[in-house]
């Protein structure tokens, strides 16, 4: 069974930084690329990054780049998303994903707020 389980998100002061893991089970790990996605209080879920964890190869939204670095601990199964210089309009549940088979896969979410 496909589990995705995130981590990591909480209560930060603009400016601060948060460090959200993905913990992935239940397929080979190094056959695909997981990404992760935020959905802010009353917009559509929007994409923010993704990594092949093959061979490392990344690729984040326009309006992510800078501030977020997605990376992948292969040897745990897991991959992270740093954020830094947080800003209130980063406030949003993050989630993970992959697709496998056909499937769509997410985990539950971690929760990021920021306070001005």
């Known amino acids: 069974e496909v589990q995705l389980v995130e981590s990591g998100g909480g209560l930060v002061q603009a400016g601060g930084s948060l460090r959200l893991s993905c913990a992935a089970s239940?397929?080979?790990?190094?056959?695909?690329?997981i990404g992760w996605f935020r959905q802010a209080p009353g917009k559509e879920r929007e994409g923010v990054s993704c990594?092949?964890?093959?061979?490392?190869?990344?690729y984040y939204a326009d309006s992510m780049k800078g501030r977020f670095t997605i990376s992948s601990d292969n040897a745990k199964n897991t991959v992270y998303l740093q954020i830094n210089s947080l800003k209130p309009e980063d406030t949003a549940v993050y989630y993970c994903?992959?697709?496998?088979?056909?499937?769509?896969?997410w985990g539950q979410g971690t929760q990021v707020t920021v306070s001005s």
């Open positions: 239940g397929f080979t790990f190094d056959d695909y690329a």
């Open positions: 994903y992959v697709r496998r088979l056909g499937r769509d896969y």
């Open positions: 990594i092949s964890s093959n061979d490392g190869s990344t």
